[in-house]
Nanobody, 119 residues
Framework: QVNPVESGGGLVQAGESLRLTCAAS????????MAWYRQAPGKQREVVAS???????FYADAVKGRFTISRDSARNTVYLQMNMLKPEDTAIYYC?????????????WGQGTQVTVSS
C-alpha cells in the first residue's frame, strides 16, 4: 500500500493561496500517476489536477491558470499550489496515487485535507 498522507489545508480568504502536500509512505515508481481530487459538500468527487510520467500535467477547467501540480520523485511527494482561491474551491482535497494507465479507483487514496475559502 502507498498510503498517501495529505497536509496543508486550512481556512483562507478569497484571493489567497495554499500549498497542499501529499507524501507516500513508500517509494513510488516514477511511472505512477499522482493526482489531486476534491469533493465539495453535496457534490461528487472530481479531479483537480494530475501529473503523469514525464511530467505531463492535466488540470480541470475550473482551476486552470490558478493551480499548479508538481512532484518530487526523490521524496515521493506531490504538491498542489493553489493561488487566487475562490469560495467555490472549498472542498476536501484528496491525493490519489496509481500505476500508469490505471483508473483512480485502482489507486491509493489519502484521507483528505479540508480547504475552506471565505468570501
Amino acid at each position: 500500500q502507498v498510503n498517501p498522507v495529505e497536509s496543508g489545508g486550512g481556512l483562507v480568504q478569497a484571493g489567497e493561496s495554499l500549498r497542499l502536500t501529499c507524501a507516500a509512505s513508500r517509494n513510488i515508481h516514477p511511472t505512477y500517476t499522482m493526482a489531486w481530487y476534491r469533493q465539495a459538500p453535496g457534490k461528487q468527487r472530481e479531479v483537480v489536477a494530475s501529473i503523469i510520467y514525464g511530467g505531463k500535467t492535466f488540470y480541470a477547467d475550473a482551476v486552470k491558470g490558478r493551480f499548479t501540480i508538481s512532484r518530487d520523485s526523490a521524496r515521493n511527494t506531490v504538491y498542489l499550489q493553489m493561488n487566487m482561491l475562490k469560495p467555490e474551491d472549498t472542498a476536501i482535497y484528496y491525493c490519489n496515487i496509481r500505476p500508469r494507465g490505471e483508473p483512480a479507483e485502482k489507486g491509493s487514496w489519502g484521507q483528505g485535507t479540508q480547504v475552506t475559502v471565505s468570501s
